[in-house]
């Protein structure tokens, strides 16, 4: 990871003018390292507007109608944590959107929590009062971790729901190691692949016969199996993985589209078409609802959640004995 | 909320969602039946027909 820096400076700036194109959304700086940057995948600023945008509308009234989803997982995530026995003095919650987590978080299990969001409306969107333990809020981009918290310095870092707009996941989960103590611990939930496939399939159909053509309008995201391979790579241990799914009933596609955009989740793929014309979108509806829909005329909505637990390296942790050494006959304890 | 209440229903967006899912029903469905019996080889226009039946119910209904 650590030559990726030196590449993104080394490359020519004056390729940037040639990359623009219709006076469309203004927030598409396309870093001009995308082309040979195989871990630029999201615009990232972008992804900060919307979600500064998703806060604000309403007075805040729509982002909290649609909390559900992040909540739910955040309860979830909450019994993975209760089930490690033991007590912190700080937790370092990296993309906290306004606490969903967090606000769970009591003073039996940590004495204070730290919040990490890129997105500064939704960072302060709900008050102290919200929540049981201290909390100290970090306006910064999560996907530099390592230059907000130093290396060895925390116990645990936990994230919900975040991590899949984040451009270099080997990179991050790297950098979270490094800000652990040893035998720090990692608690996590991302979206996984299966995530919103009715989506993803009925605008492809829909693109493919108004368009004759598809483009990115749902992020590609991580399968179950790469997660156990990325976390042991960036080097921790003792891995837990599993995957859950939430499944949620629209009236039909629009709702859901619109209360994607209220969590701040809309698409920010780099290269991604900033309009969908009127009859692509009405014939991706008409397809939800055939290939998808339930009995009572209603469409669900997968999320499927990846759960991981990982632990940073240390000599007082557990290990398999060498081969061999073992002291009881299998065959015995079988018979 | 009365507010928003009102400009549910003003946008030309939440007009088009609206009719396509109220109005022109029968021809969304016709449409997505269309789709969903030759979803495994979709190539452009292949439910032409279907959707333009859909397209006229939602330009007349919409205006």
Redesign the interface.
């Known amino acids: 990871m650590a030559f990726l820096p030196i590449l993104r400076t080394r490359l020519p700036r004056q390729c940037r003018l040639s990359l623009r194109t219709f006076a469309s959304e203004s927030s598409t700086t396309v870093p001009a390292s995308s082309i040979n940057n195989p871990y630029q995948v999201f615009d990232r600023t972008a992804k900060r507007l919307q979600k500064d945008r998703a806060v604000s509308r309403?007075t805040g009234v729509r982002s909290r109608t649609v909390d559900y989803v992040r909540d739910e997982v955040a309860d979830r995530m909450m019994e993975r944590l209760m089930d490690i026995k033991r007590k912190f003095d700080t937790i370092v919650d990296l993309g906290s959107g306004p606490g969903h987590f967090s606000k769970l978080l009591e003073p039996e299990k940590t004495r204070k929590v730290v919040m990490i969001e890129s997105s500064e409306q939704t960072l302060n969107r709900d008050p102290d009062e919200d929540f049981d333990v201290e909390v100290e809020r970090l306006h910064a981009d999560e996907e530099k971790l390592l230059d907000i918290v130093p290396c060895n310095s925390q116990e645990a870092i936990v994230s919900c729901l975040s991590l899949q707009w984040i451009n270099d996941l080997p990179g991050i989960l790297v950098q979270i190691r490094e800000a652990l103590q040893p035998d720090g611990l990692f608690l996590a939930a991302v979206f996984g692949g299966d995530t919103l496939f009715e989506l993803r399939t009925s605008l492809q159909?829909?693109e493919?016969?108004?368009?004759?053509g598809i483009s990115p309008h749902v992020s590609p995201m991580t399968d179950t199996k790469d997660i156990s391979n990325l976390l042991s790579r960036a080097g921790f241990n003792l891995l837990t993985v599993d995957v859950d799914e939430v499944k949620v009933g629209y009236?039909?596609m629009?709702e859901l589209v619109e209360d994607l955009r209220d969590m701040g989740e809309s698409n920010s793929v780099i290269g991604r078409r900033h309009f969908m014309h009127?009859?692509t979108?009405?014939?991706a509806?008409?397809?939800y609802?055939?290939?998808h829909g339930n009995e009572d005329g209603s469409i669900p909505a997968t999320f499927q959640i990846i759960y991981m637990i990982g632990w940073k390296p240390a000599p007082t942790q557990p290990k398999p004995l060498e081969r061999g050494t073992a002291q009881t006959n299998l065959k015995d304890v079988l018979e | 909320m009365q507010a928003a209440k009102t400009q549910a229903t003003s946008t030309p967006l939440r007009q088009l969602a609206l009719h396509s899912t109220t109005t022109c029903s029968a021809q969304a469905s016709a449409y997505g039946k269309c789709i969903l019996a030759t979803y495994t080889d979709v190539k452009k226009d292949v439910c032409k027909e279907e959707f333009e039946k859909f397209g006229q119910c939602l330009r007349t209904s919409v205006c």
């Open positions: 309403d159909l829909a493919m016969d108004r368009e004759g009236p039909s629009w009127r009859d979108l009405a014939a509806s008409a397809i609802k055939e290939l």
